[in-house]
């Protein structure tokens, strides 16, 4: 569907820099990363808003590198909707139709059923500036599909709303997704967001991917340092690969060693999610999980979690619920169990 080859493109002081990806039709693909990391310039410039150096963007098999963009079918929303102030949400949802020309009555056609689709026939005489966040959003989501894109291009859709807001807005895109079977790629800074919504991810740094896959292989196997703390694995560790005891891999990370499964050896690093880290209070012995004694140095609540570190060492962080954390009444300096899967630490 989207075939992006060795885009190069400058920006200023920023680069967009070797850029390679295929997004394949109907897919929900999502770019993520930190501020800065060229997530917004790189769907401009799949729009045709930004002038590419060197390299090549298709669409459908055919090479739109420097096609102008109101003909390469494409439609993107931004996280601030800009909606005209001075028009109403109905003259704002059919500004596109009216400027690709399309006849009175086609134009009536798809306004009635993006306006049926989203369920915004209650605020077509409203003006934007009456508008709440969500409402906004999918004023914007319906004049960007009214056009009938072949790609939506979403940029932070769900950042300017609040979490209620937020909840229902992401159903409401998800609905346009399978409704429409429609390409859709999504920016966002937002992990969890990235989590719940994509089918595969591209993390981007500095103008760079740092790595693609789908949401199991960048959250569970990080191929550096950067994605790791990125995507919030908190544990992450350096440390000597050994062959260890009838060639069993461990990992020595301050003088601990941690079994692993592993090709790899020499100096590498390691990253376990907190999710993936049990604590007990009493020994447990398991096949197939790696357990240590070690001491609770700190309690971190998040309101519906708590963040538990244990020094073994090294400090490992621990997921809890809310409910677990209260069942075990974990306090500071107490001496526990951790453990977790063996095949849940990642080397690389």
Known sequence: MIDIKNLHVSLGDFRLHNITLNINKGEYFVLLG?????????IETIAGLNVVANGQIWLDGREVTHVAPEKRGISIAYQDHI???????LENVTFGLRQQGISK????????????????SNLLKRKPDTLSGGESQK????????????VLL???????????????????????????????????????????MGDRIAVLDGGSIAQVGTVEDVFRRPNSEFV??????????????RGGEGGNPTIDIEETNIPVITGLRGERHACIRPEDVLISTKPISDDTHAFFKGKVTSLSNKGAVVHVTVDIPPKLVSLLTRREFEMMRLTEGEEVFVGFDIEAIHVF
Request: hydrophobic fraction near 50%; glycine fraction near 4%; charge should be negative.
């Open 34 to 42: 930190p501020t800065g990391a060229g997530k917004t310039a790189l």
């Open 83 to 89: 909606l005209f102030p001075h028009l109403s949400v």
């Open 105 to 120: 009555k086609e134009a009536a056609e798809r306004t009635r059923w993006v306006v049926d689709l989203l369920g915004i």
């Open 139 to 150: 004023v914007a989501l319906a004049r960007a599909l009214a056009v009938r894109p072949k």
């Open 154 to 196: 979403l940029d932070e859709p769900l950042g300017a709303v609040d979490p209620e807001t937020r909840e229902r807005v992401q159903q409401e895109i998800f609905m346009v997704h399978h409704e429409l079977d429609l390409t859709i790629i999504h920016v966002t800074h937002d992990f969890e967001e990235a989590v719940s």
């Open 228 to 241: 790791a703390r990125f995507l919030m694995a908190r544990n992450i560790f350096y440390g000597d690969v």
